[in-house]
């Protein structure tokens, strides 16, 4: 681009120059290159000079690298960044802290010199606080080539506290009574949110009515006592940790005291010298003491010369020498310093020396097998000084196993004593009077423990052991077995009976007979012997008012039986109503018969025996007994024909000789009728029909005075070949 032809004449007439002026360069102009060119014709080849453009520049811009919120804690290290850019050549960093420049920090410069970093290490104290950070870009080859940025620190810090009496108050010069505030000043950021105060290291609480104000930043005390004297502290608390006020001793001036405990008695002989010491606490130290004496009969001061004083140590000591009996009584010790005389004297007695008092509330511990340990209270010592003393005997034998003597204390410790002794303790206060009485105590060592091992026995059985045991486990093999075959035996004869024996239940009545509905048994008791028979008592059955049929021989029916019938036949009143039965038995089948000799015995018993049916399926061969009479004594009663069908009950032992199919049909919630006593009452009986089918019950009754109940029949077809007995 061409920015200027024009030349100007030179010194020589040759010589042509030109000048180029370049105003206001910029950044762009950096390395800018100027070529100035010179041609005299068309055919010679033009010259030319060139010049580059090199430029200083300033830095374009300087920034802390830190958000300018962010607070810093005191005493933590940091490190904070500064970077400059656009300086040619690169600017030097420097660091500054309200205007005093700073050394510890580092600097880097870019490969292309455009940029410079710099890193300040800081470490902040309370004292930075709002202080100022500058870091300063600097090119020096250029005026006012210098650019800053600046931060303003925010230091966090545990609270400083000062602590100090209220600006009136005379440190020195406070007594009981007065009224005392402290003042805490705390220097905190942030702001401190909870501030204690402390008295001798234990916290204070508000308490006005007791005279203690607590504040945030102050504490009053109204009519300070004493007690109260002693050092004050506050506590500041922040986010950065708890900070400490130094410390305030509060002096409080009062009158002297007594110091407890000190010794009130001394005993001591005529024309020998009792220390009689006086010791007081006081604020500040007795400047004088005074002492008195009182022998009941007069008191009097007791001479200076008598007594000396030792205020540093707030005591008096009195040299007090008895002569007569009169000397003694009661010394009296005041006390004076600044704040006054002492209000209350300390009192002091004096008397003839005498023994000690006996040791008491004796305790004994650490008893181990060899040792053990004793302590004692202690009494009066008499007015002289006294020393303790232990002795330890056997109490078995009596003989003296220890003696110890104890000078400060009633304390002892007792070793090399034998184990497991039983031990008598006899304790002394002893002084130069005397002992005192003595003070009895028991104790023991331990036992050592035994070491008690062997070979244990092993168990042996002999041969009468072992045959005894064998005896009893073939005895026990026995029982369990006869056990298990009639438990088997009784079970099988309970599923499906084959021969059951007479059963004999007790007679119920005949309210107990017709109570329930639910009484409907389907097995029918029987007698134990194949000659069936009928015994009972002589009451309590529903059979009572019903004869026996007609025909019957009176050998063919047992003694029990006719007495049965007979009883029955006397209850009327009960009976006369009672339904006939209705075709009961078909054909009867053959049963093998046994003997009933035992059973026909007369044996009047309070027990009825129901007679057997013995019921079997009917076969083809199976023929059918036209009429089968039942046989018994005439005069009782007869039983009617079965209806139609040739069939009868065989009652007191005859065999069955046919095979039939037996079907029973028993009522059992029918009322008896109410019938004549002079009547018969005849069974009207019914057999079953050849076809092995069952046909209605057809019930008889004989003058029925009572309303006829519904019947409910019970019908159990067999139908099983095996021979079943109900």
Known sequence: MLLDSKDEPGEFPSLRRNALIVRELSRADLHAVFTCQASNNNISQPVSASVAIEMHLKPLSVAILSNEHAPLSAG???????????????????????????????????????????????????????????????????????????????????????????????????????????????????????????????????????????????????????????????????????????????????????????????????????????????????????????????????????????????????????????????????????????????????????????????????????????????????????????????QHTGVLQANITSEENAVFTVHGLQSGKILNMVLYAVNAKGRSEPTLLEGFTLKIAEKQTGIPVPFEISPLLGGLIGVVTALLFVTITILIAMKIRNERRTQRPSDLPLKKSTAPSSEDLYDTEDRNPDVVPINKGSDYQLTGSISGTPLATQNTPDGLTATSLSIQQVTHLQGLSSYPHEYNNYPALSRIIQTIPSCSARSTNKESSPNLSDEVTYAELCLTRPSALSTLVSDTTLTGASGIGSLSTLDGYGSGVIVGGKPCTREATIYACIDHNARPLKIDPSSTSPFTLASLSTRNTFRDCNVSTMNNKHPTREIVTVRTPLISTQESCV
């Open 76 to 394: 933590r290290k940091y490190d904070i960044n500064c970077m400059t850019v656009g300086s040619r050549p690169p600017a030097k960093l420097s660091w500054y802290m309200d205007g005093k420049k700073l050394s510890n920090y580092t600097e880097k410069v870019s490969q292309d010199g455009n940029m410079t970093s710099s890193t300040l290490i800081l470490k902040p104290t309370l004292l930075d606080h709002d202080k100022v950070i500058t870091c300063r870009a600097e090119n020096f080859e250029i005026q006012r080539g210098i650019v800053e940025d600046t931060w303003k620190l925010n230091v966090f810090f545990v609270p400083i506290l000062h602590l100090e009496l209220g600006s009136n108050m005379n440190p020195d010069d406070i007594e009981e009574g007065d009224d005392v505030y402290f003042e805490c000043k705390v220097h905190a950021n942030p702001g401190a949110y909870k501030v204690i105060w402390r008295h001798n290291g234990n916290i204070i609480q508000n308490n006005a009515k007791n005279g203690v104000i607590v504040q945030q930043y102050g504490l009053a005390l109204r009519e300070v006592n004493r007690s109260q004297a002693g050092n004050y502290t506050c506590i500041a608390s922040n986010v950065e940790g708890d900070g400490y006020s130094n410390t305030v001793e509060l002096k409080i001036m009062y009158k002297p005291i007594c110091l407890p405990d000190q010794k009130r008695i001394y005993g001591v002989a005529r024309h020998e010298d009792a220390r009689v010491t006086c010791s007081v606490e006081a604020y500040p130290s007795p400047d004088s003491f005074r002492w008195t004496f009182n022998n009941t009969e007069e008191m009097v001061d007791v001479p200076q010369a008598r007594y000396k004083n030792s205020t540093r140590h707030s005591q008096s000591i009195l040299i007090y020498r008895p002569i007569t009996e009169m000397d003694y009584g009661t010394v009296f010790c005041w006390a004076s310093n600044t704040a006054g005389q002492q209000k209350n004297a300390c009192i002091f007695h004096i008397i003839p020396a005498g023994k000690p008092e006996s040791l008491y509330n004796c305790t004994l511990s650490n008893q181990t097998t060899d040792s053990l340990s004793v302590e004692c209270c202690v009494g009066f010592d008499g007015g002289q000084p006294q020393h303790f003393l232990l002795e330890v005997f056997d």
